[in-house]
């Protein structure tokens, strides 16, 4: 949803101090006289609202509307740089294999979910989030294991066409009696 009203219209380094500031406590009124004191805010404001000052009414509706989703989106940035950091050895482990890759960015997407979902209050709409977060993770699980599984049948086969060369390799340094006396001793005949 695109906001519209005096202080969405803005600029961001504005609307951005002005979230650090409510964020921070800081009185209405004062956030108010020094919105109104910027040149930048009152050329929009005669520009587009007719010269009408920032009242408290407009700062009390930026509180619900664009600081609210501005809140959210800091708590989910930071819930992602804690689940980050959490995962930081995980990352380590993550070899190139794309499936792999593509689980872990799932799973780091599914993490201001759960941070979400902490914050919420009990009842219908969080058990809906929840079984449907919980059905993701089986996915993704799933999906982990069958790429575990493939990864091991891989370096299986790696493991058995080297097994391989190296066999052929001792065969051909072996002499015609070498390998005769090989033959032999494998067949157990003197």
Do not use: H
């Not at 919105?35 to 009408?52: D, H, R, T, Y």
């Not at 969080?126 to 599984?149: M, P, Q, Y």
Request: net charge positive; proline share 3%; with cysteine.
């Amino acid at each position: 949803m695109t906001r519209n009203g005096k202080i969405a219209r803005l600029p961001m380094a504005i609307r951005e101090e002005l979230n650090q500031r409510l964020q921070n406590g800081e009185q209405a009124k004062d956030m108010v006289v020094w919105l109104n004191s910027l040149p930048k805010v009152q050329n929009i404001l005669k520009e587009k609202f007719a010269g009408q000052a920032i009242s408290e009414n407009n700062l009390s509706a930026w509180r619900t509307g664009g600081y609210a989703i501005w809140e959210q989106n800091r708590f989910t940035r930071e819930g992602l740089g804690l689940f980050m950091g959490k995962a930081a050895d995980l990352l380590e482990k993550v070899e190139e294999d794309l499936p792999e890759r593509m689980a872990l960015f799932l799973t780091l997407q599914m993490a201001p979910e759960f941070n979400r979902l902490d914050c919420m209050v009990e009842g219908e709409e969080k058990t809906k989030i929840r079984r449907e977060l919980l059905d993701s993770l089986v996915l993704l699980r799933r999906e982990g294991l069958l790429a575990e599984k493939l990864r091991l049948e891989r370096q299986k086969f790696r493991d058995y066409q080297e097994t391989e060369r190296k066999r052929r390799e001792e065969n051909r340094r072996m002499t015609p009696e070498e390998t005769q006396a090989r033959i032999k001793e494998i067949m157990g005949v003197d």
